[in-house]
Structures are given as structure tokens and as C-alpha cells.
């Protein structure tokens, strides 16, 4: 079972990315929650899920993240646009 914290997580990289993009795979959803989850814990962990909340906390603190978890936020979101991309193709 997915936990809520992987599908906030999910959700706030998703959240920059257009609807039409490809979905990501459970191995990238688990490399992003491996890379954030202490940049969560420390910096959202008031923070309500769902409806967007957590998403926008992250980027509410997207100077203050983790270089891991930034790094893997970038290249979880350029995969997604380089799968996008090719569905257009």
C-alpha cells in the first residue's frame, strides 16, 4: 500500500508538471519519498495532506530542501517531462 506521505509527495512534484504528462513509476515516487522525507518531516510536518497543501509547503521551502531531495524533485520532474515530450511526438 502506498502511504499518504508518498502520494503528498507525489502530488507536490507533480504539482509543476502539466496534466498530460506521463505517470511516474513506483520506483521514482519511491526514490523521490527515500530523498524528501526527512525535508518533509522537518519542514512540513504540520502541514494538513491533501488538496494541495503539502505540495505547496515544498514549495513554499524549496531554498531550504535538502541537496538530495532537490536533486531528486529535478531529475523526477525532468523524466516526467522527457515522457511527456514523447507522447507528443
Do not use: N, W
Not at 509543476?16 to 522537518?42: E, F, G, H, N, Q
Not at 521551502?61 to 520532474?77: I, K, N, R, V
Amino acid at each position: 500500500m502506498i502511504r499518504p506521505t508518498l502520494l503528498a509527495l507525489a502530488a507536490s512534484a507533480l504539482a509543476v508538471l502539466p496534466a498530460s504528462a506521463a505517470r511516474p513509476s513506483y520506483a521514482d515516487l519511491m526514490s523521490l519519498r527515500s530523498a524528501c522525507k526527512t525535508d518533509i518531516a522537518a519542514l512540513c510536518s504540520g502541514t494538513a495532506r491533501g488538496h494541495g497543501q503539502l505540495a505547496q509547503c515544498v514549495a513554499d521551502h524549496a531554498s531550504q530542501l535538502s541537496a538530495g531531495c532537490h536533486d531528486a524533485l529535478t531529475s523526477f520532474q525532468q523524466k516526467r517531462a522527457a515522457a511527456s515530450s514523447l507522447d507528443t511526438d
